[in-house]
Every structure is written in structure tokens, then in C-alpha cells.
């Protein structure tokens, strides 16, 4: 008589065989190119999603992510190969499901794993043997086996042996067309030595090159690592730009000559703050947790210090450009050009141009916006709307805080009377009314 298949045995089968159900729960910038891929790969994709207007749109095949193609999500939405649901029990139909859902900060700036623990919640009454589970949002090191696997193995099914648990930490990078989903070598680490195995075997099918490391800690500071060094060495950007004006040094200079260093250096650039959802969010997150165990992330702590006093350094800036021609902020009309938190993205979570109107406005200037990609901005209690950026030739003083790439800096050099740029992106000119960080 054929034995029977063990759970992991039904699972691995499926997955080579393509016959096992995929899903992502949360369809944002990860989940959405994620599920693609899934179905790209020859999998069934299930979506499930709690924003009922991202469901409408992917049965529409209304692309709202830039990097999911419409076409091709129209053809997986028409064969059926890709469906979106708001529905949590579509878990009870799938074998192997990743959680692509935020984890931003509380308002203490702690951890909020609230998305993550409802995506668990609605797991457990789903799962049964041959199910593999794995979590890709980013977070501290002890989620997966702390948070997840309490609330999957209170079903009375133990990971390894009935079901699968893994973390993978997402590595998309919004607009890079030379980097997708498909080809970023993809980290992940399993609760059991099955379980990174039976997770590696799936993202195989789907990746290029899967890495596999011994844990789901691993694979959980591994993302911390790298965004980590990343915020840390902004921050010493940032110092450089300070100790370079005390010293009347053009920074700009100084880390374009050490960037031709083809070894051991990496270039990063000033700016006037750290902005976006990833980066000045997921080293707090390492912070908190090693605080936890008493140690402190000094080097975390110091970069989070210089990182955000960058805007009220841009309005020292701005407050002394306008000093040394007669005039105070107070009353002084001030245009922003770029409001994203970083070139070329229309996103402005965390961006450090909030930072600089609300202390611009607190000191009394009367400020004004122009953003291609940002036609109005949710400011504390107002919606603010941008204006066209000739306007700013009536301003007493332009910060350039986002260098979008259409915008014409030329026309904006001959036009402004006097530009902050925070960005050296008028790198090309030279005139007593430019002034940079
Ligand atoms: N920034 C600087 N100076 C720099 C680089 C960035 O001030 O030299 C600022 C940006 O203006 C922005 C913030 O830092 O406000 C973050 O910029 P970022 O280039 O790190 O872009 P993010 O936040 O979109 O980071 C994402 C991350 N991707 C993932 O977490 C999967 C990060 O790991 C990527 O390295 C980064 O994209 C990227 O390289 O585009």
C-alpha cells in the first residue's frame, strides 16, 4: 500500500508540480509585483486585500503600481491565473501564503505590528497541514517565532512538521527597472531547518536566486542591516555637510572626489532629512528591540539625531540667506520646489519638506509648494495645493528640497531671485544667488 504523503512531502510536491495555491495578503508596492510573480511562475495568485478600491482595481486590471505591467496583469486577471478578494477565508483554499502588509511606527515611534498581527489572526483559522506561511514585511529580529508562530501553532499544528514558517525580507525597490522582484536575490529563513527548505523550494520556482540562512532571525536582521547602513552612513553625509560649512568647504565636491575611490567607499549625499517609510523607520525598529534587551543602539540613536535635524538646519540656512540681504523669515515669501520624500517618487510619508514648512511657517514666512508629482499635500489640519513653479519668481526665497527630474532648474535659475539647494542639483551653476547645504 502507498504510504501517506507527509504534509511537507504533499506541499514540496505541489510546489514543483505548480499545482499549490499561492497568496499575498496585502496588496501594496511588495504584495501586488509579488503576486505577479507568483502567477508569472505558473501559480494560481490569490490576493487578499482590506482596500476594497485595490481589489476593484486589480478585477479591472487598473494597475495602480507603477512596476505591475497593465497588460499583463489584464491578461492574469482574464485567465483567472491572478484574482483579488477582500476575503480572509480564500486562506482556507491556498497552501502557500506571504504577508506583505505594513509596519510602521506608532506615534511613540515604537513598533506598530498591528498589520502584522491581524494577517496572523486571520491565518489561524485557515491553516492545516501543508501550508506554508511566509512573513516579508520588514521588522525586528524575533517576529516571526514571537508573533506569528504563537498564533499559527495555538491551531495545535506545529511548524516543521504540519505546516511551514518563514521570513523573507522584501527587497523592492519602487521604479528600478534594472531590479525587480524576480531577479533581487531573496533572503529567507525558516522556524526549522523544514522549513527554510520548503520555503526555499517555493521562492525558487518564483526567483532567480533564492539564499537561504538559518533562521527567521537572520533573515529578519538582515533587511535591518541593510537599510541600517544605509540611514547610518546618510547621517554621516549629513555631518559632513555640517563640518564642510563651518569650514567653508563645498561637500558636494569633497564626496564627489572620494566617490572616484574605485574601493572601499561608497558614496552618500546631504540632504535636508531622512524621508520615505523604509529607511528612517527600520532601524528604530532594530533600536527598540535591542533596547529591550538592554543595549543601545548608539550609532542608530546619534544617525536618527543628525538625520532629523537636517530641516531646522535648511531653515537656519534659509534664515541667514535672507539675513544677509535685509530681510526676515517673518513675512517672507517662501516656494518649495519638490515635496516627495525622495526624486523622482510621488510618495511623501516621513518627507523632510513637512519638516521644513512647518518651521518655516512657525517662524511666520508665507510659504508655497510646486511638486509635479505632488498636486496637494496633506499638512497637519490643511490640504495644501500646489502652485506652478514660475511662481516662484515672486518668492524672497526658493528651497529646493526634491529634485524631481522634469522640472526645468534652468528656467528656475533664471527666474528665482535667490535658491536654497539641498540637493546640489544645480550643481551646473554658479551665481551669488545660489546657495547649497
Ligand atoms: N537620502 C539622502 N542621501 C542619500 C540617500 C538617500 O539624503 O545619499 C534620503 C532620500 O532623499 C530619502 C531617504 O534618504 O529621503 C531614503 O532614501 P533611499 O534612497 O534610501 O530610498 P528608500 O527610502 O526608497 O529606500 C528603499 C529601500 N528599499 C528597501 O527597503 C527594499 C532601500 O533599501 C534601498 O536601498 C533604496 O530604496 C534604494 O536604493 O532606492
Known sequence: MLERETPRQELSRKIQEKTARTAVVGLGYVGLPLLIEFARAGFQATGIEKDPEKVDRIRRADSYIPDVDAPLLAEL??????????????LADCDAVSICVPTPLRKTRDPDLSFVVAAAEAMAPHMRPGMLVILESTTYPGTTEEVILPAL???????????FLCFSPERVDPGNASFTTRNIPKVIGGVTPACTEVGSLF????????VPVSSTRVAEMVKLLENTF????IGLANEMALMCNQMNINVWEVIDAA??????????????GLGGHCIPVDPLYLSWKTKQAGHQARFIDLAAEINGAMPRYVVQKVQQALNDRSMAVK?????????????????VRESPALDVIGLLEGMGAVVSYSDPLV?????????LEAVPIEDAAAADCVVLITDHSSVDYKALVDRAPLILDTRNRLRDYSAPHILRL
Open 77 to 90: 486577471v482574464a485567465s483567472k491565473r491572478v484574482q483579488a478578494t477582500l476575503d480572509e477565508s480564500a
Open 153 to 163: 501553532e495555538g491551531t495545535g499544528l506545529r511548524a516543521g512538521k504540519d505546516f
Open 203 to 210: 521562492y525558487q520556482q518564483v526567483m532567480e536566486r533564492v
Open 230 to 233: 544605509r540611514m547610518i552612513n
Open 259 to 272: 566617490a572616484t575611490k574605485p574601493f572601499g567607499f561608497m558614496p552618500f549625499y546631504p540632504g535636508p
Open 331 to 347: 513675512g517672507s515669501r517662501i516656494h518649495i520646489v519638490g515635496v516627495a520624500y525622495k526624486r523622482d517618487v510621488s510618495d
Open 375 to 383: 498636486p496637494r499635500l496633506q499638512f497637519e489640519s490643511r490640504v
